[in-house]
């Protein structure tokens, strides 16, 4: 069964440069979220999308921007990045059907900043 | 302020033990309640999930058994074997909003041979 993509796997960048991981979710599903999730820690929300609208916001610096398009995949931008913005970051789907929502995560695309 | 307060942080079951994981949580409008297991590297996978509806909900060898009144579930995993190990994480949200998840901090179990 398809799951969801999550581009690119790891990733390293500099202080202060730009990154933007890409998500693909699974086929038919209208609902993407963003995690961010640190060393030994849960996973925290960041975003999520329904139908290529915003439908929640959580503890995403100004510094994160997100956006899901027509084909209903997601990019998540990251601009002037810091030390502290080094996770994994979780790209997650699902189909808004009712209560009790199944949501699939991806493996993740782990940030590095040096 | 964590949302959801989950117990213990680390836990070691020999193979075939009865591993049990708690949460609480004190929003009253949460209405879903999921477990997850990560796997170092990985994303976390839905394991079982229950609605407040339910007092236990038994999937295989894992059961959440729900306490609305107290504001607690827990996770069981009878029989627990070596491939269990990984971390678990409790999880609650709100049905018809925007649905995200928030996680509790996780318990890393260990189960020896």
């Known amino acids: 069964a398809a799951g969801v993509i999550q581009s690119p796997r790891h990733l390293i960048k500099e202080k202060r440069e730009t990154a933007t991981l890409k998500c693909y979710p699974i086929?038919?599903?209208?609902?993407v979220y963003w995690y961010q999730q640190g060393p030994g820690q849960d996973p925290q929300f960041l975003i999520s999308?329904?139908?290529?609208?915003?439908?929640d916001k959580g503890s995403i610096p100004d510094r994160f921007s997100a956006q899901q398009f027509s084909d209903y995949h997601s990019e998540l931008n990251m601009s002037s990045l810091e030390l502290g913005d080094s996770a994994l970051y979780f790209c997650?789907?699902?189909?808004?059907?009712?209560?009790?929502?199944?949501?699939?995560f991806g493996e993740g695309s782990w940030l590095t900043v040096v | 302020q964590q949302q959801v307060k989950q117990s213990p942080q680390s836990l070691i079951v020999q193979k075939g033990g009865i591993s049990i994981i708690n949460c609480a949580y004190e929003?009253?409008?949460?209405?879903?309640f999921p477990w997850y297991q990560q796997f170092p590297g990985k994303g976390p996978a839905l394991l079982i999930a229950?609605?407040?509806?339910?007092s236990e909900k038994k999937e295989g060898r894992f059961t959440i058994s729900f306490n609305k009144s107290a504001k607690q579930f827990s996770l069981h995993i009878m029989d627990s074997q070596p491939g269990d190990s990984a971390t678990y994480f409790c999880?609650?949200?709100?049905?018809?909003?925007?649905?995200?998840?928030?996680f509790g901090k996780g318990t890393k179990l260990t189960v020896n041979p």
């Open positions: 999308f329904y139908e290529k609208m915003q439908s």
């Open positions: 229950i609605r407040p509806d339910v």
């Open positions: 086929p038919r599903h209208d609902t």
């Open positions: 929003n009253t409008a949460f209405d879903y």
């Open positions: 999880a609650a949200s709100i049905q018809g909003g925007s649905e995200k998840l928030v």
């Open positions: 997650a789907s699902s189909y808004n059907q009712g209560p009790g929502n199944t949501i699939y």
